[in-house]
Each structure stands twice: as C-alpha cells, then as structure tokens.
C-alpha cells in the first residue's frame, strides 16, 4: 500500500505542475478511437473519441514474433528444416495512470476507464453496416512512430486503487494491450507504415477543411479525405477546439 501511495503522490506531482503551466509544453499521449472500417478497407472509420491521457505512460512494451513451421520428419535424425511462414503482427502493451484524487467527488476516473472498456465492445454502426466490430485505434505519441500503428484493443485491465468516501474509484491503473492490425504496404518503405504519418489536429477559428488539405498536402481538392476520415457531413461546421485526425500522405495520395 505504501508503494501505491508514493506513486500516487509522484504522479499526482506531475498533474499539479501541469495545472501550473509547466507541463503544457509536454506532448500527451493519446489514443485515438475510431469506428472499424467498412467492406475491405483497412483505414479506420469515423472517429469516436480522442481519449487523451493524464499522463503520459512511464513504460511501453512493444513485441513482435515470427513464424516458423517444422514438420516432423522420422528419416532425419535432427529434425527437419523449418520453413518460415511469415511475421506476426506488432503486439504493445500501456499502463493508463487515471487519479483525480484532488476532486474526490468527481467521477472521471470511471467515465475514463469505462471509456477504455468500450474498446472491447462490438459498435452500433459495425452491427448496423453487418460487420460486427469493435473499434479500431491509432496510439499515438509526438514523434514516437515506431509505437503509432491501427490495431484493436486485445484487452483492458483496470486495477481501482483509490476510492472516495461514496465508493467511486478516484485513482486506477488500466493495462492496454493493442494488437496490431496490418494494412496494405504498397509504395512503403521499410520505416514508414501508411498511418504512421498521421497526426491530430486541433481545429482553430478560419480553420477549413480545404486550408488544411493545402497547408498538409499542398492540394486543396484532397479535403474529402479529411472529412471522410473523421465522419464529417458537412465541412462548413467545424468546431473550433474539436480535434480531426490527418491522414497521412500516402493515403491521401492512394
């Protein structure tokens, strides 16, 4: 419990030095949601929501495997020759620090891994489109691309280590596990992924959807590619403060 209680306390430092204007210049961590695709495309839908984290993690597990088959084989002594069959996809694993331990009477703690379990749930729009689906997500981190990949939420586990005097979870801890989900490599490199180059941005006063499609691709005619990768109807009602997810160059260019 004392261990609990120190960590707590260091991370709790951190979040009172943001508040005070000395961690506004760190770049958050986020995770951004999206509704799976439709058909057999392997862009991510809509997006859902952009859960932002509080802190930023203080370790990533990434893995990857391979794949190798060796059929047995009685006339060879030593075994047969395996035969490669291929990589696995990429595997990461985050630990989500959640504490709003200085507002006890607040519910984010919960709202925000409620949020992180709706990743393991089946979407409206998949089950309306009959492709049942949970979403997809891009785990994104400034310029952390070796990290930034599409996958599904394999698992979300939330340990509640502070509660307030009404029994709501005020301090939690959820390990993520993201598997990946490969896409399509054509005209790639080996260091560059078709989402890899995908960034967040927030929208500002006289933001347009064609402004943005000249200043990232020097096109403006590419705005639908914006809009149809954030679900936008009607471009002409942007929000100023919002987030839209920007796609990057090679699908654009697809």
């Known amino acids: 419990m004392a261990g609990h209680g120190g960590r707590g ?5 951190a979040k009172g030095g943001a508040k005070g204007g000395a961690g506004k210049s760190l770049v958050r961590a986020s995770l951004a949601i999206h509704q799976p695709p439709v058909g057999e495309s392997t862009t991510p839908g809509a997006l859902i929501k952009n859960f932002t984290f509080d802190f930023n993690p203080s370790q990533l597990t990434m893995s990857r495997r391979t794949t190798w088959k060796a ?22 694993g985050i630990d989500v620090f959640l ?12 709202k925000k891994a409620e949020a992180l379990f709706s990743c ?8 309306a489109a009959k492709q049942p689906s949970t979403p997809w997500v891009v785990f994104q981190w400034g310029s ?7 996958a599904y939420v394999e698992s979300v586990d939330a340990t509640y280590t502070l ?10 801890t959820c390990q993520v596990q993201l598997h990946e989900i490969p896409g399509s490599t054509e005209r790639q490199n080996p260091t560059s992924g078709a989402l890899t180059a995908r960034r967040v941005h927030r929208l500002v006063a006289g933001d347009s959807l064609q402004s ?15 809009a149809e990768t954030n679900g936008i109807d009607d471009p002409s009602r942007l929000e100023p403060g919002s987030e839209l997810i920007l796609p990057a160059v090679e699908e654009v260019t697809a």
Request: aromatic content about 8%; hydrophobic content about 35%; charged content about 25%.
């Open 120 to 127: 393991c749930e089946v979407t409206e729009a998949s089950l």
């Open 9 to 13: 306390g260091g991370r709790g430092g």
């Open 144 to 150: 952390f691309s070796t990290a930034r990949f599409t």
């Open 99 to 110: 504490d709003s331990s200085d507002e006890p009477d607040g519910n984010s703690v919960l």
């Open 212 to 226: 943005l499609a000249w200043r990232e691709y020097g096109d403006a005619t590419v705005w639908r590619v914006i």
């Open 71 to 92: 059929t047995p084989s009685a006339a060879v002594r030593d075994g047969s020759e395996p035969e490669f069959m291929g990589p696995e996809p990429r595997r990461l």
């Open 163 to 172: 509660f307030s005097t009404t029994g709501v979870p005020i301090r939690a």
